[in-house]
């Protein structure tokens, strides 16, 4: 008997197939260095990273998420000490979901000049960490112009589709962002009454690796598992077990939130 052909239908469902694929593994490298590395690492000290895996992650997390890692720690570092006040970086309380985008990018922008020019109030906020290469030298957008040209390589050889998924998912930490900071800080319940807006919204949770557990996060900010009740899921502490188990890092326990009870 000879073997069936594929069908053409077959073949546009691996296809379908292969650019979701590809979409999700680039995705969750972006949000694993950004939820992991940027934020519960070196934003808090909630975990510590290998020297080798430190040193990795602060040269080359820019080139694969387009933000530079000192920039992006001090600009979080602003918010959780201004959180949900005129001078927080990206508050939806005061600029709204419309206006959240341009808030983010302002926000890093802005954060990201002050660092090069030295201003000091920024610059005492980070001074456990250097700029990187595109950003000390004011060539910050070479990473993005690097991403382009890979997805375009890349959607020559496999498809354009295939190259828009690869691109969608590094690029998707604007989005990300955008997702935690509106809903984190608008839409859902609380467990700890504190002095800010913050929230606990599941869905952004799921979608973020348990970053849309902001109530939680603000109570314990020094902690690298983000939730509190049983049914609340953070994945991001999964990974960071994980990559405890292969040392690449070790999550510092005695920080972490007390469960309820």
Same mark, same amino acid.
């Given at each position: 008997?000879?073997?069936?052909?594929?069908?053409?239908?077959? $073949?546009?469902?691996?296809?379908?197939?292969?650019?979701?694929?590809?979409?999700?593994?680039?995705?969750?490298?972006? $949000?694993?260095?950004?939820?992991?590395?940027?934020?519960?690492?070196?934003?808090?000290?909630?975990?510590?990273?290998?020297?080798?895996?430190?040193?990795?992650?602060?040269?080359?997390?820019?080139?694969?998420?387009?933000?530079?890692?000192?920039?992006?720690?001090?600009?979080?570092?602003?918010?959780?000490?201004?959180?949900?006040?005129?001078?927080?970086?990206?508050?939806?309380?005061?600029?709204?979901?419309?206006?959240?985008?341009?808030?983010?990018?302002?926000?890093?922008?802005?954060?990201?000049?002050?660092?090069?020019?030295?201003? !000091?109030?920024?610059?005492?906020?980070?001074?456990?960490?250097?700029?990187?290469? !595109?950003?000390?030298?004011?060539?910050?957008?070479?990473?993005?112009?690097?991403?382009?040209?890979?997805?375009?390589?890349?959607?020559?050889?496999?498809?354009?589709? $295939?190259? $828009?998924?690869?691109?969608?998912?590094?690029?998707?930490?604007?989005?990300?962002?955008?997702?935690?900071?509106?809903?984190?800080?608008?839409?859902?319940?609380?467990?700890?009454?504190?002095?800010?807006?913050?929230?606990?919204?599941?869905?952004?949770?799921?979608?973020?690796?348990?970053?849309?557990?902001?109530?939680?996060?603000?109570?314990?900010?020094?902690?690298?598992?983000?939730?509190?009740?049983?049914?609340?899921?953070?994945?991001?502490?999964?990974?960071?077990?994980?990559?405890?188990?292969?040392?690449?890092?070790?999550?510092?326990?005695?920080?972490?939130? !007390?469960?309820?009870?």
């Amino acid at each position: 008997m000879t073997k069936a052909r594929p069908t053409l239908f077959t $073949i546009a469902h691996m296809y379908v197939l292969a650019c979701f694929v590809v979409f999700l593994l680039a995705y969750g490298l972006t $949000i694993v260095l950004t939820s992991v590395g940027y934020h519960r690492a070196l934003a808090h000290g909630a975990v510590q990273l290998h020297p080798l895996a430190r040193k990795a992650l602060v040269t080359f997390g820019p080139w694969l998420t387009g933000f530079d890692a000192k920039t992006w720690v001090v600009m979080h570092r602003n918010h959780h000490q201004y959180s949900d006040t005129s001078d927080d970086p990206h508050s939806p309380v005061n600029v709204g979901f419309r206006g959240l985008f341009k808030a983010q990018l302002d926000g890093y922008a802005r954060t990201q000049m002050a660092l090069v020019s030295g201003d !000091p109030t920024y610059a005492n906020l980070g001074r456990d960490l250097e700029l990187s290469w !595109p950003t000390r030298t004011g060539r910050w957008y070479v990473p993005y112009l690097l991403q382009v040209a890979v997805g375009v390589v890349v959607g020559l050889s496999f498809g354009w589709w $295939i190259g $828009i998924a690869l691109l969608a998912g590094l690029m998707s930490h604007i989005v990300q962002g955008a997702i935690i900071n509106y809903f984190g800080h608008a839409h859902g319940g609380r467990n700890f009454d504190i002095d800010d807006n913050s929230r606990n919204n599941h869905p952004a949770a799921w979608l973020v690796l348990g970053e849309g557990f902001q109530n939680n996060h603000h109570r314990y900010p020094s902690s690298a598992r983000f939730s509190y009740r049983w049914h609340e899921v953070d994945l991001g502490f999964v990974v960071c077990r994980l990559l405890e188990a292969v040392r690449v890092l070790r999550v510092v326990d005695k920080t972490l939130m !007390p469960r309820p009870g």
